[in-house]
């Protein structure tokens, strides 16, 4: 089973060029506000086309803070205006560079530490929920075959639970699956994962490989934390791009992510 390599840095040269030494087979640039800036805008552009010289899949993460805010999906527009617009200029332009360059763009349907907040500024949670679904309805037909959404631990969109992994399956979502947040969202459970995994496969476009000891977003090198891999490996994609999402001693070098793939590498070589 060949095991393919996908590293993830920002728009610093010296982190993404570090990434670009071991070739990856995907890269995911994780941007963040200041990337919005008109300065910000040019030179991921330019980041953008040196990447492309080594791998053509590209994914851009939108930036996961505003200030002192998560850039939620469910922001109310009249009660948070600043982070409503950038909310939707990032998305807009997240969308509008993908699909120029032919790359992807990834948007997080919901975070997590701040969510309840966000909730607590509508009528009700199914109300949030409703606001979050159509958002994401109209970025999926927005963005086609460049977009994919994330999951979250927040209760407004993960995956594990057969009824949410239903109702995102009905909507034909381009999925980016998070293994570490369905594991804690699930307390821990293989099982749940597992599950998951494998109801949601044929609509994951973009997995992001990361242990976990199940009960706080760790973000651990794999074989650390308690994800039974050897399970979980075969019932990936096959089709869909990867990379090591792992705390980094040093955001400079990518040896974790390097780490977790010589792990990884090792375990498929025993898988028949």
């Not at 993404?16 to 200041?34: I, Q």
């Not at 999906?73 to 939707?88: I, N, S």
Request: proline share 4%.
């Amino acid at each position: 089973m060949h095991v393919t390599l996908g590293l993830k840095g920002s728009t610093s040269t010296r982190q993404y060029r570090n990434r670009l030494t071991y070739f990856p087979d995907t890269f995911e640039f994780y941007l963040d506000e200041d990337d919005f800036t008109p300065a910000g805008l040019t030179h991921l552009q330019r980041a953008i086309d040196e990447v492309k010289a080594v791998t053509p899949n590209i994914v851009l993460h939108q930036p996961m803070r505003f200030g002192d805010w998560f850039v939620e999906m469910v922001t109310p527009e009249q009660k948070m205006p600043e982070l409503y617009r950038f909310l939707r200029f990032s998305s807009d332009k997240l969308i509008e560079i993908a699909t120029k360059n032919n790359i992807q763009a990834l948007l997080h349907g919901s975070y997590s530490r701040q969510t309840q907040a966000f909730i607590d500024m509508y009528p009700s949670f199914e109300h949030a929920q409703a606001v979050v679904f159509d958002r994401l309805d109209n970025y999926a037909k927005q963005g086609g075959d460049h977009i994919m959404f994330e999951n979250s631990i927040s209760p407004l969109f993960f995956y594990g639970d057969p009824e949410m992994d239903r109702q995102i399956l009905e909507r034909h979502y381009r999925l980016a699956f998070d293994t570490s947040h369905c594991f804690i969202k699930a307390h821990g459970s293989n099982t749940v994962l597992a599950e998951s995994l494998t109801r949601l496969r044929n609509h994951v476009v973009h997995y992001h490989l990361v242990d976990s000891y199940g009960e706080t977003h760790d973000s651990l090198p794999l074989g650390v934390g308690h994800i039974d891999w050897q399970k979980m490996l075969p019932l990936l994609n096959k089709k869909a791009s990867r990379i090591y999402e792992i705390n980094l001693a040093d955001s400079a070098k990518a040896t974790e992510m390097l780490i977790s793939h010589a792990y990884l590498t090792a375990l498929a070589a025993t898988l028949k």
